[in-house]
């Protein structure tokens, strides 16, 4: 029997969470919720998700510095991310964010939150091989 899949919401709107463990709940995933950057690096290090949906605007700690921390720990490096942005033009983002961000941010995929539930569905269920 396969283990249940767990998946880490970090975000600080929590309408967004709201949405987000009720999409996976619906497919039998567990969530757990972080409202914060550091407190999701702690979440991580604790849980050991299998998928991190990690907001990208946060007030104590960006998605960036957030992704970069979990990336340069040995417990968290190797944990999936896809982040999430209410940004409409994933560019605008790019060009916003720190240079030392955006060369740890890499090929992290992005979605943008209030997007086709669908579509954050599908790439949920693909991060976790299901």
């Not at 539930?117 to 949920?124: E, H, K, N, Q, S």
Request: aromatic share 4%; hydrophobic share 40%; net charge negative.
């Amino acid at each position: 029997m396969d283990t249940k899949k767990v998946v880490l919401v970090v975000d600080d709107v929590p309408e967004i969470i709201e949405v987000i463990t009720t999409v996976l709940s619906r497919d039998n995933i567990e969530s757990i919720v972080a409202t914060s950057g550091h407190e999701g690096i702690d979440m991580a290090k604790k849980h050991k998700p299998n998928l991190i949906l990690l907001d990208f605007k946060m007030p104590d700690m960006d998605g960036a510095e957030t992704l970069q921390k979990l990336r340069q720990d040995p417990e968290t490096k190797d944990i999936k991310v896809i982040f999430l942005t209410a940004f409409g033009d994933i560019k605008k983002l790019e060009m916003e964010m720190e240079p030392e961000h955006a060369a740890v941010i890499g090929n992290t995929p992005v979605l943008q939150k209030g997007g086709d539930i669908g579509v954050l569905r599908d790439t949920i269920r693909k991060y976790l091989e299901m």
